[in-house]
């Protein structure tokens, strides 16, 4: 008797030949990468006193305790998002660090039950891909947020919608900070509590997810649905190439 559930092992609707089967070798980097991890960082608030600004700050302190090289982009000065060419100073520096970063932290206010639009301004203006490169899919993200009053998970309840659909691998936990404005010091130090505590433990789960995931994009990414459509658009080149008599292997069509 067979162990297999379903002892009919046939599949109409795949094609076999881009299956991949999963495997530890595969999953395994050759050549681990030693260089810090790069973590960019992202904070909602314009205000001269911004308590997500002061939560990103004590996170950049933890992080580099940790040995990450970090990198936070200072939101002023930024363009709304199709309110300015992509070439804009401001842009361009954004997806600059985003290309160069292996995990990011995005930390907001909440303001009106949600993200403030100066955050999502920022994640706005990272595009899901330009050209073959895409600046976020497979890298690790923490998503932190404060509030003025008791505490809430809007915030970062979005930000996680915003990461999945960004292709990014946000770590199980996250930062929420309650009555903001009671938990820094005047110098703009966090005081020792339970959230500063949280805070401790989100930086250390993105360091240890990023050195796990950094160099196994290849792999982790490598989807059956992509892999048919390249090989699709493979398909319809020999074939075009076929019926106007260019060699599919010509660098150019034929004249």
């Not at 300015?84 to 520096?93: G, Q, Y």
């Not at 930062?175 to 930086?203: H, I, L, Q």
Request: glycine share 6%; charged share 25%.
């Amino acid at each position: 008797m067979s162990d297999r559930l379903f002892p009919d092992a046939t599949f109409p609707a795949l094609n076999e030949d881009l299956l991949e089967t999963p495997s530890r070798d595969r999953l395994t980097a050759p050549a681990p990468s030693r260089h810090p991890p790069r973590i960019l960082m992202l904070y909602g608030s314009l205000r001269e006193r911004s308590y997500s600004r002061l939560l990103t700050f004590e996170a950049a302190r933890l992080l580099e305790r940790m040995g990450a090289e970090v990198r936070i982009f200072n939101p002023t000065g930024l363009p709304l998002p199709d309110d300015a060419p992509d070439t804009h100073p401001k842009v361009r520096e954004l997806r600059e660090l985003a290309a160069w970063s292996e995990g990011m932290v995005w930390c907001s206010p909440e303001r009106h039950g949600a993200m403030t639009g100066i955050m999502k301004a920022q994640i706005d203006w990272i595009p899901l891909s330009t050209g073959s490169v895409r600046p976020t899919q497979g890298k690790t993200l923490a998503v932190m947020q404060v509030s003025g009053g008791s505490q809430s998970f809007n915030a970062v309840n979005q930000l996680r919608v915003l990461g999945r659909w960004m292709r990014m691998l946000t770590i199980p936990n996250q930062s929420s900070v309650a009555k903001a404005f009671a938990e820094f010091t005047e110098d703009g130090r966090m005081k020792p509590s339970s959230f500063y505590d949280r805070v401790v433990d989100v930086m250390e789960e993105l360091v240890k997810f990023t050195l796990l995931t950094r160099d196994l994009g290849p792999s982790l990414l490598n989807r059956y649905s992509e892999r048919k459509e390249t090989a699709a658009e493979l398909a319809t080149r020999v074939e075009l190439g076929a019926a106007t008599g260019c060699g599919s292997k010509s660098s150019s069509c034929c004249t």
